[in-house]
């Protein structure tokens, strides 16, 4: 059944109002957090950290235990997401920074998934850090399909939590206070309300929503109020610290502040949900809850206090599992079944496909991706993943694989492309700490074969070969 038609009859059935003739396209809010790693909720095993929000999103929907995110690293992340294309595919594969402010931008033409949603007559919003096209470039949001964007258009200044300025749509919007200055105004804040007044303002309209919240990112800094206290008096002189080789200033008590940063985007969740109910729109919006990569280590942060990467290998920048394996939870009362847990593949450039079953859409895309659609609706027919393809631009390159359980990985790959495979079998070793390589020299070769036609030539990302 086509899903608009799925939609009209369950709101249908809510309010006896709306008519079958009249299509209603469901809400899609997407919530993407900023180097959450795999263990930093609840729901997915955190200890220490408070997450009830997220935790009851995860218990009134599905929570995917083998969901991954574009790259280890925010910008190619966010163009595999946005296009629907693999890391050897999508026009942005790395960090690549333009002086003064902004990054590399999406070429004009490339089609994203608010582009297909907008042709289908949703109202589409970005709030939070862009990273995509420096301003005026081609790449900018609202040359990308968005009708409203507010936030950081710079990855490079979103390290910062109390900026100079940010930007609502081309308008730079300077903010009050300075360093020190007690009418400072904390950044990820203002672009919450922000979004929340999106919501408010479209709730008659049938909206998508892409949140790519700062949070927890580096620099560990939170406003002293009652979330931060929570966690300042029982953990928060664990282990103090001072100063960053990254330059994402210091903070004394590092702990308390990461804590606080997770449960300050879990009160975002919470309110969105409530504000959802308060407008009557919950059972006809959709939500997406993610990160773009695994947990960093940046400015103080210790993922190995809080086993932020669960029971798996690396943090952000890692081609390991803990660098890209991410949560996933979504939730559609009344459509989603409550309390579910899916073990399918499924990665970033999945969400073009899934968006556009959700959303009925016709367009023509080019996609690395599988809907993951039938999942979500508990249907039996899923196609799988014959692969899932990574490449990472820093630390010397990197590529990998999964196909079935099994991941091979190459490090190094600028100066060695055609050098020893890492090879883990996943369903026996999660934690990736056994190469079984020379055990299984015909899967090392049949995964090399794969990473060889996996990629199209980058002029930009070409791991200089």
């Not at 795999?38 to 235990?65: H, R, W």
């Not at 560990?220 to 008096?233: E, V």
Request: charged share 20%; aromatic share 10%; net charge neutral.
């Amino acid at each position: 059944m086509n899903n608009k038609l799925i939609s009209t009859l369950l709101i249908t059935g809510i309010t006896g109002t709306i008519q079958a003739k009249q299509p209603v396209l469901p809400n899609i809010i997407y919530i993407l957090a900023d180097d959450l790693g795999y263990g930093d909720v609840g729901c997915y095993g955190q200890q220490i950290i408070k997450t009830p929000n997220i935790d009851k999103l995860a218990s009134e929907g599905m929570l995917f235990t083998q969901h991954y995110s574009g790259s280890a690293v925010s910008a190619p992340s966010r163009s595999c997401l946005l296009t629907g294309m693999h890391t050897g595919h999508t026009p942005i594969r790395g960090n690549e920074e333009i002086q003064p402010e902004g990054q590399q931008p999406l070429p004009g033409g490339t089609f994203t998934i608010a582009k297909m949603l907008k042709q289908e007559g949703y109202i589409t919003g970005a709030f939070g850090k862009w990273g995509l096209g420096f301003p005026g470039s081609e790449g900018e949001s609202l040359n990308m399909g968005f009708d409203e964007f507010y936030g950081y258009n710079c990855q490079r200044i979103a390290h910062h939590y109390y900026p100079q300025h940010l930007y609502h749509n081309n308008e730079k919007i300077i903010l009050n206070g300075n360093a020190g200055d007690q009418k400072k105004e904390y950044a990820q804040d203002l672009i919450h309300q922000q979004a929340l007044s999106f919501i408010q303002r479209n709730a008659k309209n049938s909206f998508f929503l892409y949140l790519p919240y700062l949070l927890p990112h580096a620099e560990l800094t939170s406003p002293n109020d009652s979330i931060f206290s929570l966690y300042r008096c029982t953990i928060g002189e664990a282990k103090p610290y001072k100063g960053s080789k990254w330059g994402y200033g210091s903070s004394e008590t590092p702990h308390a502040d990461f804590a606080s940063m997770v449960t300050r985007l879990d009160a975002y969740v919470g309110q969105i949900m409530n504000e959802l109910i308060r407008l009557g729109i919950e059972k006809n919006t959709i939500i997406f809850f993610t990160s773009d990569n695994g947990p960093h280590s940046e400015g103080g942060a210790d993922p190995e206090f809080f086993n932020s990467n669960g029971p798996l290998r690396g943090g952000k920048r890692d081609l390991y599992e803990g660098g890209i394996r991410i949560p996933l939870i979504v939730s559609w009362p009344g459509v989603i079944a409550a309390g579910t847990k899916t073990d399918h593949i499924s990665a970033f450039w999945d969400m073009m496909p899934t968006l556009k079953d959700l959303s009925g859409s016709k367009a023509r895309i080019e996609s690395d991706g599988i809907s993951f659609y039938p999942t979500l609706m508990s249907a039996q027919r899923q196609k799988e993943h014959k692969y899932l393809y990574w490449e990472f631009h820093e630390e010397g390159g990197k590529v990998a694989i999964r196909t079935g359980n099994w991941k091979g990985i190459k490090l190094d790959y600028g100066k060695h492309p055609n050098g020893k495979m890492l090879l883990f079998d996943l369903s026996q070793d999660i934690e990736e700490n056994n190469n079984v390589a020379d055990k299984n020299p015909k899967m090392a070769r049949k995964i090399e074969r794969m990473m060889k036609k996996a990629r199209t030539k980058s002029d930009l990302f070409n791991f200089g070969l």
